[in-house]
């Protein structure tokens, strides 16, 4: 059926009422543009939204202060090819929930600036996968002051990431894995320099980063405990 048919407020609200327990809810080339977000189910944990529209104030709670939050056990959101999702959005929903996991893959309105507005918010957070967002190292920065809690982070296909700022991640303490999936300009000793200053990291992937076998070699004896 023609999904802008078949979602309504009506729907959403009655599946809420009649699944009190729903966990898990994914929404693919929906067009939520008419949708209210308070009609989404409370009960929701977590949510993934693929090729979705959605429309500008979404995300956002009422100004209301009698109006419960939208989705207060949301822990684990992921956005994929919503070319919608802005800066605001990422602000809206970070500080309304206790996320423990974010993906934002193709998310190109995404900015430094969101990063930096949100990264505040979200300082539970224990995945964080940014693919194909508009983010350079400034971004990189604030991530590594405000999200000390992460144990999985990902950058695949983002603008940019130098040495610079790959230095930042040396204060996450609790990283376990660490991918790195583009064409970086990254220097093995910057590399092997971050690793070795993250006590728990256990796997490390550089698919994309373009080393000659020798550099792989050391990298790889330099980080004994480390998955390659």
């Known amino acids: 059926m023609r999904k802008h048919e078949f979602l309504s407020p009506a729907l959403l609200q009655a599946l809420g009422k009649q699944c009190p327990s729903l966990y898990h809810l994914c929404l693919t080339q929906?067009?939520?543009?008419?949708?209210?977000?308070?009609?989404?189910?409370?009960?929701?944990?977590?949510?993934?939204?693929?090729?979705?529209?959605?429309?500008?104030?979404?995300?956002?709670?009422?100004?209301?202060?009698?109006?419960?939050?939208?989705?207060?056990?949301?822990?684990?959101?992921?956005?994929?090819?919503?070319?919608?999702?802005?800066?605001?959005?990422?602000?809206?929903?970070?500080?309304?929930t206790s996320l423990r996991t974010l993906t934002l893959s193709g998310t190109y309105r995404l900015t430094d600036t969101g990063i930096q507005r949100a990264a505040p918010y979200l300082e539970d957070l224990e995945c964080l996968v940014l693919r194909k967002c508009d983010i350079t190292d400034a971004a990189i920065h604030f991530i590594g002051r405000h999200m000390k809690q992460l144990r999985s982070l990902e950058f695949s296909n983002t603008c940019s990431l130098t040495d610079a700022g790959l230095a930042c991640l040396a204060a996450l303490k609790c990283l376990e894995t660490l991918r790195l999936e583009s064409r970086f300009k990254l220097s093995p000793d910057a590399i092997v320099a971050v690793c070795q200053a993250l006590p728990q990291l256990r796997n490390l992937n550089l698919d994309g980063i373009d080393f000659e076998d020798q550099t792989v070699h050391k990298i790889q004896a330099s980080l004994p405990n480390c998955r390659f």
Not at 51 to 73: G, K
């Open 30 to 96: 929906a067009d939520l543009r008419r949708l209210p977000y308070d009609c989404i189910p409370s009960s929701l944990k977590s949510m993934k939204l693929n090729q979705c529209e959605i429309p500008a104030v979404w995300f956002q709670r009422s100004a209301s202060p009698e109006t419960p939050r939208v989705l207060p056990q949301l822990q684990h959101l992921m956005i994929h090819n919503v070319s919608a999702f802005s800066d605001q959005h990422l602000l809206n929903i970070s500080s309304q």
